[in-house]
């Protein structure tokens, strides 16, 4: 019962290098998140897929894009690291879109931009 | 807009003690709120959401809130704390299809 799956774990990129952020999950959820969590800021969503087909700022989208490649799996690009995107990111998935059921998390990916 | 805010960055109280973790909300509306817990290199977990009913909410490994719609707050307690509810608590409330984060209080609890 894997749940939220997200690849990859950990990663280092350099200032202006890009890439992709992986999620996917098992429980046929129609709702799915990226948020970034830092010290002392708690979680900030980036962006939102309400149900497959859409897609949705969050409170930080800036130097990010999202695609939701089908029900299944939601991705987070960042097209030119910055320092400033240092951070963990976690994904996550609900049932429903109105938001009454609990959100469940992948572990998270730990980026560094140096 | 909603919001959460969690007043307090840490508590510390010590196996089996009863602790209290807050949380205040402000919302347009009825509130949805929510208590996540998180662990060393983990994801979030769900606790307990209040959707509506019962003031008193009981959710997972012995935790409850308590929903004040007065006093706008939806607190975590638990009446006998354990070391293994050292971990990171966040309270969050529902804002259309999503759900706005508070900052999170860390909680530690000393043997």
């Known amino acids: 019962n894997a749940g939220v799956t997200q690849t990859p774990k950990f990663q280092v990129l350099k200032t202006g290098q890009s890439m992709t952020l992986q999620c996917a999950q098992d429980?046929?959820?129609?709702?799915m998140y990226w948020y970034r969590q830092d010290p002392g800021m708690g979680l900030r969503l980036i962006y939102y897929s309400a149900s497959e087909g859409t897609t949705d700022k969050g409170e930080v989208p800036n130097g990010y894009n999202v695609s939701r490649l089908n029900k299944r799996e939601f991705s987070l690009r960042l097209e030119s690291a910055a320092p400033s995107q240092t951070s963990v990111y976690f994904c996550?998935?609900?049932?429903?879109?109105?938001?009454?059921?609990?959100?469940?998390f992948g572990d998270g990916t730990r980026l560094s931009i140096l | 807009a909603q919001s959460v805010a969690q007043p307090e960055d840490q508590v510390n109280v010590a196996e089996g003690n009863p602790l209290t973790v807050k949380c205040t909300y402000s919302v347009s509306g009825n509130p949805y709120l929510f208590w996540y817990v998180q662990y060393p290199n983990r994801g979030l977990q769900f606790l307990l959401k209040?959707?509506?009913?019962?003031?008193l909410v009981k959710g997972s490994y012995g935790f409850e809130a308590e929903f004040n719609k007065s006093q706008t707050s939806f607190h975590l307690k638990k009446p006998s704390a354990l070391v293994s509810d050292s971990a990171l608590y966040f309270c969050a409330v529902r804002d259309t299809d999503k759900l706005i984060f508070g900052t999170g209080t860390r909680l530690q609890v000393f043997p």
């Open positions: 996550a998935s609900t049932e429903d879109r109105g938001g009454n059921q609990p959100q469940h």
């Open positions: 429980m046929n959820h129609n709702s």
């Open positions: 209040y959707i509506t009913g019962d003031n």
